[in-house]
């Protein structure tokens, strides 16, 4: 079974072309013009072994907002597709990532019911390589919004906005390996109801 798609966005601020592959190895390329969310990008598909490719232009010269979210808004669409029915996938995984002094765990459930939580919300504010540091819980928000999980953050420890984003992106991207893995003793959709759909 292929776990892969592509999904495309076009509006007035943006346009978004991504390609993802859930088996995967970190391949593919990210374009997105805010150098920064490229990196992220880049630690998302090495720490979760996804195989992504993404092509964005927006309105930069009005910030980066639209092109995070929006980026965000198709990765979780992709996501979702990819995903399927959800049959055989262990829906849960969470992880506690440390990047010199700071610290993030992500507790991620593929449910079928979108909800994101950053904690402590708000981060120090100010912008790193283009990206305005209140994008994190954007982009998470999108991804969860359109690829129907749930999502929560804490950051647990940290002084340099730089660490403290990437170490939360490093921890969503290893727990979500561990929730869309295929589980070997799983022979359905791992869900009392029946479905993780909706």
Do not use: W
């Amino acid at each position: 079974m292929s776990r892969a798609a592509e999904h495309e966005r076009e509006t007035k601020e943006t346009r978004i072309r991504l390609a993802l592959a859930l088996d995967g190895a970190g391949e593919g390329a990210r374009r997105t013009g805010v150098g920064f969310l490229d990196h992220m990008l880049d630690l998302l598909a090495r720490h979760a072994r996804l195989d992504l490719d993404v092509a964005a232009t927006g309105d930069l010269q009005t910030g980066a907002h639209h092109t995070v979210e929006d980026v965000g808004i198709v990765f979780g669409q992709a996501l979702d597709t990819a995903l399927g029915d959800r049959a055989g996938i262990y829906r849960y995984g969470h992880a506690v990532v440390p990047m010199d002094e700071a610290r993030a765990m992500c507790a991620i459930d593929i449910s079928g019911r979108p909800l994101c939580s950053l904690e402590p919300g708000g981060l120090v504010p100010g912008e790193t390589g283009g990206f305005e540091h209140e994008l994190l819980e954007e982009f998470l928000r999108a991804v969860a919004n359109n690829a129907r999980m749930t999502i929560h953050v804490e950051v647990q420890a940290g002084t340099n906005a730089h660490h403290i984003i990437e170490v939360a992106f490093k921890a969503f991207a290893r727990a979500l390996r561990a929730a869309i893995a295929i589980d070997p003793t799983e022979e359905g959709v791992p869900s009392t109801k029946g479905t993780l759909t909706g």
